[in-house]
């Protein structure tokens, strides 16, 4: 069975303070791992795909890399607009049929002024 | 540009009567489509996906149901709702093998 453990489950940090979210997965062959943005109320926002271990990507502040056990999400020089809860997901290369994506917990960051 | 839209935004049900959410896709054809469930203190569940029309996999036993009835219409019904069934329904879209977009959610709350 796929899993997905995201930590911490929160995190509180000054505005500027960097860190990194962990996302470990296990999987019967990785087809993608994939970070969404879901802020409250809504529905969650695409923010990156990644296919094979030692792939990275960024946008804006984010940087997310991936190795065979886990990736992270590194937020540099976080702002309060990015306060969200951020969702790591896992697509398995053999679905069965279905692309369904087996998702963490989520990570509830807050940035402080 | 493609688009997913869900309602209603919010539904508060008794126990016991009839659930019908829907979710329409814009701009694509052919699209997989999904619904998710997301529970206080759980990462989001997939409940059911749909590779074309009348076409439906569900992936967890449930008191829920889903249909395709046209090719970007996605429904996700109840005859008699349970408790349990209270949570944050989303709808998702993709091109096979390809990245989700999701919908606003369904916040249903069932009483």
């Known amino acids: 069975e796929d899993q997905v453990t995201q930590s911490p489950e929160a995190l509180r940090l000054q505005e500027g303070e960097s860190s990194s979210l962990n996302c470990s997965y296990t999987?019967?062959?990785?087809?993608?791992l994939f970070w969404y943005r879901q802020d409250p109320g809504k529905g969650p926002e695409f923010l990156f795909t990644?296919?094979?271990a030692g792939e990275e990507k960024e946008k804006e502040r984010l940087k997310a890399t991936l190795t065979k056990k886990e990736s992270f999400l590194h937020i540099t020089a976080p702002k309060p607009e990015d306060s969200a809860t951020y969702l790591c997901a896992v697509q398995a290369r053999e679905g069965g049929g279905a692309d369904g994506l087996t998702f963490g917990k989520g990570t509830h960051l807050i940035i402080q002024p | 540009s493609q688009t997913i839209h869900q309602w209603p935004a919010t539904l508060v049900q008794p126990v016991g009567s009839p659930l019908s959410l829907e979710c329409t896709v814009e701009?694509?054809?052919?699209?997989?489509l999904y619904w998710y469930r997301q529970a206080a203190g759980r990462g989001l569940q997939l409940l059911f996906y749909?590779?074309?029309?009348?076409?439906i996999s569900s992936e967890v036993p449930q008191n829920l149901s889903a249909s395709r009835p046209q090719d970007r219409q996605f429904i996700l019904s109840s005859k008699k709702l349970l408790l349990s069934d209270s949570g944050f329904y989303l709808c998702?879209?993709?091109?096979?093998?390809?990245?989700?977009?999701f919908g606003a959610g369904t916040r249903l709350s069932v009483l």
């Open positions: 990644l296919y094979s």
């Open positions: 701009g694509t054809s052919n699209p997989n």
């Open positions: 999987v019967s062959g990785l087809r993608g």
């Open positions: 998702a879209w993709s091109r096979p093998r390809n990245i989700q977009y």
């Open positions: 749909s590779v074309g029309i009348g076409q």
